[in-house]
């Protein structure tokens, strides 16, 4: 049986006959020759899934992952900085607020906004329906999807951090269990939620419902500012929302002194999240 290496994954790639995503089928990765049809479906899951984070990769390494880098180190100085010139008197209390509601702009811009115009342009290229194709349980490409997006989002809390403590001379106090658990939470809920609206939608209805979202999460969700500041049904549509749910659980994780993490919040965000599979999965394995 042939060991393959996948190609990259471009609009000519993902044009190739099916034959091409049949060779996937057996194809191994370096170290341990490990054919996935060989080794049955447990080892021929985690194949495939090795195969596919490091193909996505690679693939974003060239194009997506420099410019997702610029757009997070930009929003984490302008969050921190610019946010701060529009508040007359800072006081330390604020810039607390403020600098720990700047993570979950960067994680939620990333899965409710990069996330579903990356998937909507791959749709109309066609890579999308390539590995849409490929021989590979469709959770495996969801979590491959999740993954990626989670490994290039996660890294600008750090910025954030970074960019708050330079400015305003903060000293976070970490509650390193919380502040895992809510980053890998808010960034795969976000994701989620992002993937499902590319593969539910339209293209077209993907890029522009990408837009409003943009606005709505820098802008209109309490993060950055009090949710007391909005009209008060405004705060209860938030309740239920994912952002503010997301803020408050990664406030509790990087100034546990002055914030604590509520079941609620975190059971708000596992509901987004399992809605977001559940429709992401829905859409992959519908027929066309």
Not at 68 to 88: H, K, N, R, T
Request: proline share 7%; hydrophobic share 60%.
């Amino acid at each position: 049986m042939p060991e393959l290496t996948p190609p990259p994954l471009t609009p000519a790639t993902a044009g190739a006959s099916s034959s091409t995503g049949s060779a996937l089928a057996t194809a191994t990765v370096p170290g341990p020759s490990l054919s996935i049809d060989e080794r049955g479906a447990a080892a021929g899951a985690v194949t495939a899934f090795r195969l596919l984070v490091g193909w996505q990769l690679a693939s974003l390494g060239t194009t997506m992952l420099p410019l997702i880098v610029v757009v997070q180190a930009l929003l984490a100085v302008g969050i921190v900085i610019g946010f701060g010139l529009l508040i007359p008197t800072m006081d330390p209390a604020t810039a607390l607020f403020l600098s720990t509601g700047a993570p979950t702009v960067l994680l939620m811009t990333v899965g409710l906004v990069i996330v579903p115009q990356a998937v909507a342009t791959a749709k109309a290229n066609g890579t999308f329906a390539y590995v849409r194709s490929l021989p590979v349980p469709r959770s495996v490409l969801l979590l491959s999807d999740l993954t990626v997006w989670a490994a290039v989002a996660l890294p600008g809390i750090a910025g954030a951090i970074v960019a708050a403590s330079l400015r305003y001379d903060l000293t976070f106090q970490f509650d390193w269990l919380v502040l895992a658990a809510a980053s890998v939470l808010i960034v795969v809920t976000a994701t989620a939620v992002g993937y499902a609206i590319a593969v539910a939608l339209p293209q077209a209805l993907a890029m522009v419902m990408s837009q409003i979202l943009v606005f709505f999460v820098l802008l209109f969700s309490p993060i950055t500012f009090p949710a007391s500041q909005l009209p008060a049904w405004f705060q209860t549509v938030h309740t239920y929302l994912p952002m503010q749910a997301a803020a408050d659980a990664m406030r509790a994780g990087l100034a546990s002194g002055a914030y604590a993490v509520q079941g609620r919040d975190l059971l708000v965000l596992a509901l987004w999240c399992a809605a977001g599979i559940a429709i992401s999965l829905r859409a992959l394995t519908r027929r066309d």
